[in-house]
């Protein structure tokens, strides 16, 4: 067990380290040969960085400095956290919705802007607001906003809600920290941002997105939750206590109750 496991970390190193080197430009025919191939002394202490960091458990997309997401390349760094695959079910779910061209749709919590960004590129006709309580999270935001040329993505600094008008909102959606500060999970994330994986008590972030989602909304106006595997119930009572109604909550790849919907 012990060599199978050490057999299979050296795989994983050694795929890694394949991505490493084609982000450098060296082609994968020179990878899988063995070709001898010089190295400019930038690129020697690249691949000194890059070893050094791998080894202290630095994240792949933290060290390639760009993560995968809907199909687009998102610039990441330890300000932001690197998207996950089951968000991509949110964007699915916002894009089955039938969302007329002027809609005003708000994501709360934006980070990278992976979310919003990648819904902006698919309904270019619909602008959308991303905000974050994070300074340095809109920055990433930004530059990938720029990247992709996301001219339907309005970037916002604020705590949650807190500038948004009464009855304005046709659709919410937010994939908020949810973990509890002494959540065993934290510390396999150490490199990622404590401000985007946090709340008090772990449910904190859904009451205080959805007090304020009820004014903000419109009548029929919609909210999207991600959440953690084991919060569907609290999530639900929160968004029911809040005065929304037709709860449903939605599955991710794994058959784990993620995401709930709501109406106002």
């Not at 067990?1 to 982000?23: C, P, Q, T, V, W």
């Not at 270019?124 to 974050?132: E, Q, R, Y």
């Not at 990247?147 to 993505?153: D, G, I, L, R, S």
């Not at 604020?158 to 046709?170: C, G, K």
């Amino acid at each position: 067990m012990h060599a199978k496991s050490n057999a299979n970390k050296h795989e994983y190193i050694s795929r890694d380290f394949g991505y490493f080197l084609k982000s450098l430009g060296i082609s994968d025919a020179i990878i899988a040969l063995g070709d001898d191939f010089d190295l400019s002394e930038e690129e020697i202490l690249k691949i000194d960085i890059f070893f050094s960091s791998y080894l202290a458990g630095v994240p792949l997309d933290y060290i390639l400095g760009e993560s995968s997401f809907f199909g687009y390349k998102f610039y990441v760094d330890s300000r932001v956290l690197i998207p996950r695959p089951e968000t991509e079910l949110i964007v699915e779910w916002v894009l089955d919705l039938s969302l007329r061209k002027d809609s005003a749709i708000l994501e709360v919590g934006t980070g990278s802007g992976c979310i919003a960004i990648s819904i902006a590129l698919q309904k270019t006709n619909i602008k959308i607001i991303a905000t974050d309580l994070s300074d340095p999270a809109l920055e990433v935001a930004n530059l990938n906003r720029i990247f992709h040329e996301a001219k339907n993505v309005l970037l916002v600094q604020s705590n949650w809600m807190s500038f948004v008008q009464e009855n304005s909102l046709d659709l919410i959606i937010s994939n908020p920290p949810y973990l509890k500060p002494n959540d065993p999970h934290l510390k396999d994330l150490k490199h990622e941002p404590l401000i985007a994986l946090t709340s008090k008590n772990g449910s904190h972030s859904f009451y205080e997105i959805a007090s304020q989602a009820i004014f903000s909304l419109k009548s029929g106006g919609k909210i999207i939750f991600e959440h953690g595997y084991s919060q569907v119930k609290e999530v639900s009572s929160i968004l029911k206590d809040c005065g929304f109604k037709n709860i449903i909550s939605m599955q991710d790849l794994q058959g784990l109750d993620r995401y709930t919907y709501a109406e106002k």
